[in-house]
Each structure stands twice: as structure tokens, then as C-alpha cells.
């Protein structure tokens, strides 16, 4: 089993920056990919960004060079650093991880970017 506790969403103008928080009940070693997904209303849930396979990253087009994954190893916690936030940023944030298993997501936060 898996926990994940997501934190860090908000309200933010377009151009700001927000930071997501997501905190694993057990060592994200042992996962086999960790990330962002994001869901808009009227719209079907996609891949932001993953750790896979250990370090290497996946971005989705949408958000490369704006948005960072990032991880604290010791911490059992990744981040998704948004910069330069646009109107079609705002979703709610999951975020996922996986093992051979199964497949884990957290609660969502809501990312609201105003124009």
C-alpha cells in the first residue's frame, strides 16, 4: 500500500508560480514511477510530469521548460515546481505512483490560474 498526501495548491494570476508537495507513506525507491497528472473540467486526466525508472523525467509537451519535478529522496516526497503559469494550467493535481502492482493516486489539489 501506498499513502499519498498532495499539498500546495492555490489560486495564482497568470505568470505566478505555485510549488506541489506529494508525500509517500513508504520510500519512493521501491516505486516504479512517481509523478503529476492533472485533470481540467470536461476533460480527461494527463500526464504533467513522472520520475521513471528511477531518475529519468517525462514531461508533457504543454508544460516543458515551465514546470520542474523534483524529489526529496530522504523525505519520501516529490514537487512539481510551476512557473509562468497560464489560465489552461488550472486542473486538479494528482499525483500517482506506481508499482508492479498496482497503481496509487492521491486526493488532488486544484490549481486555479486567473488571466
Known amino acids: 500500500q501506498v499513502q499519498l498526501v498532495e499539498s500546495g495548491g492555490g489560486l495564482v494570476q497568470a505568470g505566478g508560480s505555485l510549488r506541489l508537495s506529494c508525500a509517500a507513506s513508504?520510500?519512493?525507491?521501491?516505486?516504479?514511477?512517481m509523478g503529476w497528472y492533472r485533470q481540467a473540467p470536461g476533460k480527461q486526466r494527463e500526464l504533467v510530469a513522472v520520475?521513471?525508472?528511477?531518475?529519468?523525467?517525462n514531461y508533457a509537451d504543454s508544460v516543458k521548460g515551465r514546470f520542474t519535478i523534483s524529489r526529496d529522496n530522504a523525505k519520501n516526497t516529490v514537487y512539481l515546481q510551476m512557473n509562468s503559469l497560464k489560465p489552461e494550467d488550472t486542473a486538479v493535481y494528482y499525483c500517482?505512483?506506481?508499482?508492479?502492482?498496482?497503481?496509487?493516486w492521491g486526493q488532488g489539489t486544484q490549481v486555479t490560474v486567473s488571466s
Open positions: 513508504r520510500s519512493i525507491f521501491s516505486l516504479n514511477a
Open positions: 520520475f521513471e525508472s528511477g531518475s529519468r523525467t
Open positions: 500517482n505512483a506506481q508499482t508492479l502492482e498496482r497503481v496509487y
